[in-house]
């Protein structure tokens, strides 16, 4: 939002309902649309950032609200921020300043302040829209409802598709989109009572004193935006709104922007902030944005007159083919971002990681995982891009840089070139044919009549490729799972393939629990599953019982966080525990780590031409617009009813750790486990029967079959023991001794008996 615009723009702004738009394509910003749901109430969730993961009632709110716009026949088209443009000024400073704001949060939650804590993780700005990409996406696909991922800047995907295109009737999104010269913006949705809230730019310049555009959005930027803050000098106290002091400025200072800038660049405030070049970025990004265009190309507003050193405030080209993969939600942008950039920026977690485990996890133990999805991704790309140095700064000594030099990893292509397993192959797996998911994809390796098959090299002739949705997905999964280590080079399961097949094995279909069980397997590895003291500031593990009471009942409830406690779609109401809140940063980190990587496996499949043409997409350049099956893959182009293409569905196929994960059934497992313990007999009949008769009533008032997901929480265990057992036996998990309390076979015992 442009700086105190509503203080000025009010008398300029219009409402209408819902029913003037009926018929109409509304272009909407992703994150506009999002922040409303998670910042504004009735809809804020206060204590997501106390517990990490998504807000309980976003998905049901979602499709109630997609549900209104059919009820009034509007098409929603949602436009989402793509790659970042150029490199960050303070990259860490926001999170820093949220990591403070719910450290005081805690402080009030420990001193028994709750109503005051609750207030204050809500505001500790912790949690924003980008985050709920994912899910948003989701749900979209799920129901049919178009979406485009911008190059860069969702604003200027807007302004194109209402302006150029006219692939929409009307945007909505934040004050911004007015510096896009797009004639009128809705700024402001109200689903309750089918009514919006919208502005002319036309106005604004009247409201100002029918200023030239040029100079609106001068002033505008000086005012501040989510591209740059405010200028220093306007920040002493005025009673006149920022944009107004700004034009004041430039009429006496020549009129523009860039000018005001130059005759105060020797002010302090304004050298500390590099505030000339990056307002000059800033104008140059907004003249000169880049977008998506009709007929698949990646080009900039007004092309001929952009500058040659474009890509220095942008950033650095990718391939269209990429581009049009990205612009569908392929592929997320983090890994493109730190190979396009040169950066990799590790923020300060939500639970402010102050445990040496955690920075360690982050700075050393991830940085496999990293690399070889940059590695992946570069030699896909042009051959500069594989001679690149990333470097890789953390929230915790952000000075200090580590260099990754992509010319000196391994060629990570190469381990996986002979994954080319087509459909007669596929099926001819009993477990395959029903259909491609983890347990299948590891339990089909299991036959090893059926490994040898899959040994299928690339053929180079282009005549035999992939070419359905089933075996791009089952490629791109064994592609992953093999760069991971759980597949062999003769395509058999490791000793670690061996353990997760274990536990899948063991774990009822119904509970699903293929990603929790994977994200098991890689804590294991990481020696991260365990009861060891990793965040020893945090003094609200489990309490009560002896050292090994406590000891198990903080292994289980961490594993309880990798699955999911049910609960009302309303804001979270129990105890909350910030040491469970830390494990689940590091189950985030070690997911996000595994989900860059499947992400890249499944995009390099297609950037090699590992795929057919026509899987790859309809609208790439150069391609026909006609698509198998009649189904049309245009990304820009006006159609009467919208479907997703191959790609985009074979993605939804390997949504796996895509979505964060929350500690709240955690928090469930430690409540329940230390009442428990807090009895002389913690595993009588009669013990469980008088701590399930206080219910969860008293402890998660809005739960949706507590005692079920606790049950689901043990099962999840049993699941886990099974692939322990296992790799005890390959003499990859270590057993500890028969009389050591911390061993999995003693610690087991003691979960039955509490159950």
């Given at each position: 939002?442009?700086?105190?615009?509503?203080?000025?723009?009010?008398?300029?702004?219009?409402?209408?309902?819902?029913?003037?738009?009926?018929?109409?394509?509304?272009?909407?910003?992703?994150?506009?649309?999002?922040?409303?749901?998670?910042?504004?109430?009735?809809?804020?969730?206060?204590?997501?950032s106390?517990?990490?993961?998504?807000?309980?009632?976003?998905?049901?709110?979602?499709?109630?609200e997609?549900?209104v716009?059919?009820?009034?026949?509007?098409?929603?088209?949602f436009v989402?921020?793509?790659?970042?443009?150029?490199?960050?000024?303070?990259?860490?400073?926001?999170?820093?300043?949220?990591?403070?704001?719910?450290?005081?949060a805690?402080?009030?939650?420990?001193?028994?302040?709750?109503?005051?804590?609750?207030?204050?993780?809500?505001?500790?700005g912790?949690?924003?829209?980008?985050?709920?990409?994912?899910?948003?996406?989701?749900?979209?696909?799920?129901?049919?409802?178009?979406?485009?991922?911008?190059?860069?800047?969702?604003?200027?995907?807007?302004?194109?598709?209402?302006?150029?295109?006219?692939?929409?009737?009307?945007?909505?999104?934040p004050?911004?989109?007015?510096l896009?010269?797009v004639?009128?913006?809705?700024?402001?949705?109200?689903?309750?009572?089918?009514?919006?809230?919208?502005?002319?730019?036309?106005?604004?310049?009247?409201?100002?004193?029918n200023?030239?555009?040029?100079?609106?959005?001068?002033a505008?930027?000086?005012?501040?935006?989510?591209?740059?803050?405010?200028?220093?000098?306007?920040?002493?106290?005025r009673?006149?709104?920022?944009?107004?002091?700004?034009?004041?400025m430039?009429?006496?200072?020549?009129?523009?922007?860039?000018?005001?800038?130059?005759?105060?660049?020797?002010?302090?405030?304004?050298?500390?902030?590099?505030?000339?070049?990056?307002?000059?970025?800033?104008?140059?990004?907004i003249?000169?944005?880049?977008?998506?265009?009709?007929?698949?190309?990646?080009?900039?507003?007004?092309?001929?007159?952009?500058?040659?050193?474009?890509?220095?405030?942008?950033?650095?080209?990718?391939?269209?083919?990429?581009?049009?993969?990205?612009?569908?939600?392929?592929?997320?942008?983090r890994?493109l971002?730190?190979?396009?950039?040169?950066?990799?920026?590790e923020?300060c977690?939500?639970?402010?990681?102050d445990?040496?485990?955690?920075?360690?996890l982050?700075?050393?133990?991830?940085?496999?995982?990293?690399?070889?999805?940059?590695?992946?991704?570069?030699?896909?790309?042009?051959?500069?891009?594989?001679?690149?140095?990333?470097?890789?700064?953390?929230?915790?000594?952000?000075?200090?840089?580590?260099?990754?030099?992509?010319?000196?990893?391994?060629?990570?292509?190469?381990?996986?070139?002979?994954?080319?397993?087509?459909?007669e192959?596929?099926?001819?797996?009993?477990?395959?044919?029903?259909?491609?998911?983890?347990?299948?994809?590891?339990?089909?390796?299991?036959?090893?009549?059926?490994?040898?098959?899959?040994?299928?090299?690339?053929?180079?002739?282009?005549?035999?490729?992939?070419?359905?949705?089933?075996?791009?997905?089952?490629?791109?999964?064994?592609?992953?799972?093999?760069?991971?280590?759980?597949?062999d080079?003769?395509?058999?399961?490791?000793?670690?393939?061996?353990?997760?097949?274990?536990?899948?094995?063991?774990?009822?279909?119904?509970?699903?629990?293929?990603?929790?069980?994977?994200?098991?397997?890689?804590l294991?590895?990481?020696?991260?599953?365990?009861?060891?003291?990793?965040?020893?500031?945090?003094?609200?593990?489990?309490?009560?019982?002896?050292?090994?009471d406590?000891?198990?009942?903080?292994?289980?409830?961490?594993?309880?966080?990798?699955t999911?406690?049910?609960?009302?779609?309303?804001?979270?109401?129990?105890?909350?525990?910030?040491n469970?809140?830390?494990?689940?940063?590091v189950?985030?980190?070690?997911?996000?780590?595994?989900?860059?990587?499947?992400?890249?496996?499944?995009?390099?499949?297609?950037?090699?031409?590992?795929?057919?043409?026509?899987?790859?997409?309809?609208?790439?350049?150069?391609?026909?617009?006609?698509?198998?099956?009649?189904?049309?893959?245009?990304?820009?182009?006006k159609?009467?009813?919208?479907?997703?293409?191959?790609?985009?569905?074979?993605?939804?196929?390997?949504?796996?750790?895509?979505?964060?994960?929350?500690?709240?059934?955690?928090?469930?497992?430690?409540?329940?486990?230390?009442?428990?313990?807090?009895?002389?007999?913690?595993?009588?009949?009669?013990?469980?029967?008088?701590?399930?008769?206080?219910?969860?009533?008293?402890?998660?008032?809005?739960?949706?079959?507590?005692f079920?997901?606790?049950?689901?929480?043990f099962r999840?265990?049993?699941?886990?023991?099974?692939?322990?057992?296992?790799?005890?036996?390959k003499?990859?998990?270590?057993?500890?001794?028969?009389g050591?309390?911390?061993?999995?076979?003693?610690?087991?015992?003691?979960?039955?008996?509490?159950?």
């Amino acid at each position: 939002m442009i700086h105190e615009f509503e203080l000025w723009s009010a008398p300029r702004t219009s409402s209408s309902n819902f029913s003037e738009l009926s018929s109409t394509t509304l272009g909407i910003d992703a994150s506009f649309y999002l922040d409303r749901l998670i910042t504004q109430a009735p809809f804020k969730e206060p204590l997501i950032s106390a517990l990490g993961g998504l807000p309980f009632s976003l998905k049901a709110h979602i499709e109630n609200e997609l549900q209104v716009f059919q009820d009034v026949e509007i098409k929603p088209v949602f436009v989402f921020n793509g790659l970042d443009m150029g490199k960050k000024h303070s990259p860490f400073a926001a999170t820093d300043n949220s990591a403070k704001r719910n450290a005081g949060a805690w402080k009030l939650y420990d001193d028994h302040l709750a109503e005051r804590a609750v207030e204050a993780f809500g505001n500790s700005g912790s949690v924003h829209p980008k985050d709920f990409y994912p899910l948003l996406q989701q749900v979209l696909h799920s129901l049919g409802v178009e979406f485009i991922v911008a190059p860069y800047s969702s604003w200027g995907q807007l302004a194109y598709l209402a302006n150029v295109s006219q692939r929409v009737d009307a945007v909505a999104g934040p004050s911004e989109l007015l510096l896009y010269d797009v004639d009128q913006v809705i700024v402001k949705l109200n689903f309750e009572n089918s009514e919006f809230d919208f502005i002319k730019r036309q106005s604004c310049l009247e409201e100002l004193g029918n200023i030239p555009p040029d100079m609106f959005v001068d002033a505008c930027i000086l005012a501040g935006t989510e591209f740059l803050p405010s200028f220093p000098p306007l920040d002493n106290p005025r009673k006149m709104p920022r944009v107004r002091q700004a034009l004041d400025m430039m009429k006496s200072n020549g009129h523009t922007g860039n000018s005001v800038c130059l005759n105060h660049q020797e002010d302090p405030q304004v050298t500390r902030l590099d505030y000339l070049d990056r307002y000059r970025r800033s104008r140059q990004a907004i003249k000169h944005q880049i977008v998506l265009t009709s007929d698949g190309k990646v080009e900039a507003f007004d092309q001929e007159n952009a500058p040659g050193d474009l890509h220095d405030v942008i950033g650095q080209r990718l391939p269209a083919e990429l581009y049009f993969y990205f612009s569908r939600g392929v592929v997320g942008p983090r890994i493109l971002n730190q190979l396009t950039s040169g950066q990799v920026y590790e923020p300060c977690p939500v639970d402010g990681g102050d445990s040496d485990e955690y920075k360690q996890l982050i700075l050393d133990k991830l940085s496999s995982h990293r690399e070889l999805a940059l590695s992946l991704l570069s030699h896909s790309l042009a051959r500069a891009y594989q001679h690149r140095k990333v470097e890789l700064s953390c929230w915790f000594d952000p000075r200090k840089k580590h260099v990754i030099d992509i010319a000196e990893l391994p060629v990570s292509r190469d381990t996986i070139r002979q994954w080319n397993v087509p459909n007669e192959v596929i099926d001819s797996n009993p477990l395959l044919k029903e259909g491609i998911s983890l347990t299948s994809a590891v339990q089909a390796l299991t036959d090893k009549s059926f490994t040898s098959s899959t040994r299928t090299a690339r053929d180079v002739s282009g005549n035999k490729v992939l070419e359905t949705v089933k075996e791009v997905t089952a490629n791109s999964l064994w592609r992953f799972l093999h760069l991971r280590e759980y597949i062999d080079s003769s395509h058999n399961l490791t000793s670690w393939g061996q353990v997760l097949a274990a536990m899948l094995s063991k774990a009822d279909p119904s509970d699903q629990f293929e990603e929790p069980l994977f994200l098991a397997v890689e804590l294991l590895r990481l020696r991260y599953l365990s009861s060891e003291d990793i965040f020893p500031k945090y003094d609200d593990a489990p309490s009560r019982g002896s050292d090994t009471d406590k000891a198990n009942a903080l292994l289980v409830s961490r594993l309880s966080c990798l699955t999911h406690l049910r609960h009302k779609p309303i804001g979270f109401t129990g105890p909350l525990t910030r040491n469970l809140l830390a494990y689940s940063s590091v189950i985030n980190a070690v997911r996000r780590s595994n989900r860059d990587l499947l992400e890249m496996s499944l995009l390099t499949l297609l950037l090699n031409g590992d795929a057919s043409h026509d899987f790859r997409g309809s609208n790439l350049p150069g391609t026909s617009q006609d698509q198998p099956n009649g189904t049309n893959n245009a990304p820009l182009t006006k159609q009467p009813s919208f479907s997703y293409g191959p790609a985009e569905v074979a993605l939804q196929k390997l949504t796996m750790l895509s979505l964060p994960s929350d500690c709240a059934l955690g928090i469930a497992m430690k409540h329940y486990l230390d009442e428990l313990n807090g009895h002389d007999d913690p595993t009588s009949a009669k013990t469980k029967e008088d701590v399930r008769e206080k219910g969860p009533a008293g402890w998660f008032p809005h739960a949706i079959g507590f005692f079920e997901d606790l049950e689901r929480g043990f099962r999840l265990w049993d699941a886990v023991m099974a692939g322990v057992r296992a790799g005890i036996a390959k003499g990859v998990v270590e057993k500890g001794g028969e009389g050591d309390e911390k061993s999995w076979e003693n610690v087991d015992k003691w979960v039955q008996g509490r159950r």
